[in-house]
């Protein structure tokens, strides 16, 4: 097995704890499904918010997803000017035998801005 990874972001309507976990749990929930991701053979995960979102740790929701046994982390996103606003970014480490081509990085909501160029993926 190689280690990959795979990237995914997701816009928030509010800097509240509710709406970051749900956020994230969406995403996550999403990238699991789409990649048919194994929690045993992940890794790894680090978060990032833009400087607007401070109301909870997005890891919490990685827990709540029962991620217990794997390292997280969370931290903030660069601040460029005229960049997205109230975006959750995580990238996701993990064990796989498939190619970089056979991942599918996820982009919701607002967040498809950021990877036109992933149309074909994104929903």
Not at 58 to 86: F, Y
């Amino acid at each position: 097995m190689l280690v990959r990874a795979i990237r995914g972001a997701i816009t928030v309507s509010e800097n509240t704890k509710e709406s970051i976990l749900e956020g994230t749990r969406e995403l996550l929930v999403e990238i699991s499904k789409r990649n048919n991701l194994d929690q045993e053979n992940i890794i790894s995960a680090i978060f990032s918010v833009t400087s607007d979102l401070n109301a909870t740790f997005p890891a919490i929701a990685a827990r709540e997803l029962n991620w217990i046994d794997i390292s997280l982390m969370c931290t903030k996103e660069i601040e460029v000017p005229g960049s997205l606003k109230s975006c959750i970014r995580v990238l996701i480490h993990f064990n796989t035998d498939k190619s970089n081509k056979e991942i599918i990085n996820v982009y919701l909501k607002g967040a498809t801005a950021l990877r036109l160029d992933l149309s074909k993926w994104i929903k």
